[in-house]
DNA sequence: TATTGTTATACTCTATAACTATA
DNA sequence: TATAGTTATAGAGTATAACAATA
């Protein structure tokens, strides 16, 4: 006798997976040199410059808190305050070289450790969890802070 | 023309879907006056209490980084250390009465805005999540950083 | 006046290395 | 010797309030 009942809730699921996902993150960044807000960031601007208010909003930061972000990622040679030419009290942060590239790295690192999470998930379970979390994060508006690149071809192999 | 393709790959949303959580649960924390890490320190001891190491290799810090942690959620009153009284090297961390109470409406808030996250998903499509869910937080051995309770009566009316 | 961004200040969070005390 | 935990130190992350400069 016992229920023998596995399934835990969608909150618990939902919870826990970002406590796995947040340790994977971190892992992988730390690997670069990088802290999960370091590599957050880099991931932010892979898509595209953006302002500090911008960055501040998606982030879900103080201005203040981006500021300092911003300063001590800009000491380390990774990214870079441009002017913005429309509007000359703004700033555009961008990657530099050597940001993008660690940028890459971290990213593809980052993907291949996370898709060895649903080890044991069918190629059709991964479709419709995709699918499932996909509908979560456009209801919710959820700011771009991971790119959607092709995730079938590794970094290293693409042209 | 144009491929009509909103599906999102498991890596972007396994990221995207973590990014949202944890601004809900820093979110939920702030209302109740607790950081995201402090508010995981009493999640985690709702279940029971648990010695430094443990909760360190739990949470993933460093061992010095829980004792600063306890010593601030400490000297708010929250959580107690005591004796372990088979080893008296050793300490327990356990809630305080009034740590209990404010992470039993931590817990709940946090439930409740995480169960709105899903607001388009159907029941069926929600038990499905939870199932994929839970077998990767199972697969790679999560650690109970979120206790399941009966998530459908909110802790207000539990007996 | 409103907005963009920085400074000043004060905590919290985190890790590494060295340490104390007990097993 | 090994283990449980703390201390010392240094840096990163964060927020609030006050500020400067431009729109």
């Given at each position: 006798?016992?229920?023998?009942?596995?399934?835990?809730?969608?909150?618990?699921?939902?919870?826990?997976?970002?406590?796995?996902?947040?340790?994977?993150?971190?892992?992988?960044g730390?690997?670069?040199g990088?802290?999960?807000?370091?590599?957050?960031?880099?991931?932010?601007?892979?898509?595209?410059?953006?302002?500090?208010?911008?960055?501040?909003?998606?982030?879900?930061?103080a201005?203040?808190?981006?500021?300092?972000?911003?300063?001590?990622?800009?000491?380390?040679?990774?990214?870079?305050?441009?002017?913005?030419?429309?509007?000359?009290?703004a700033?555009?942060?961008?990657?530099?070289?050597?940001?993008?590239?660690?940028?890459?790295?971290?990213?593809?690192?980052?993907?291949?450790?996370?898709e060895?999470?649903?080890?044991?998930?069918?190629?059709?379970?991964?479709?419709?969890?995709?699918?499932?979390?996909?509908?979560i994060?456009?209801?919710?508006?959820?700011?771009?802070?991971?790119?959607?690149?092709?995730?079938?071809?590794?970094?290293?192999?693409?042209?």
């Amino acid at each position: 006798m016992g229920k023998e009942n596995d399934q835990i809730g969608v909150v618990t699921a939902l919870v826990r997976t970002a406590f796995l996902v947040n340790a994977v993150y971190a892992e992988s960044g730390r690997g670069h040199g990088l802290t999960p807000q370091q590599g957050q960031l880099l991931c932010v601007l892979m898509a595209q410059p953006y302002g500090m208010g911008e960055l501040s909003s998606m982030l879900g930061l103080a201005k203040s808190s981006l500021t300092g972000l911003v300063d001590r990622t800009e000491r380390n040679g990774l990214v870079r305050r441009e002017p913005d030419p429309r509007d000359s009290r703004a700033v555009r942060v961008a990657l530099t070289t050597r940001g993008g590239r660690l940028a890459e790295e971290f990213y593809a690192e980052t993907c291949r450790r996370i898709e060895h999470l649903p080890v044991s998930l069918t190629g059709e379970e991964r479709t419709t969890l995709a699918g499932l979390l996909g509908r979560i994060v456009r209801d919710n508006a959820v700011p771009m802070v991971f790119i959607e690149l092709d995730e079938a071809v590794p970094a290293a192999n693409r042209q």
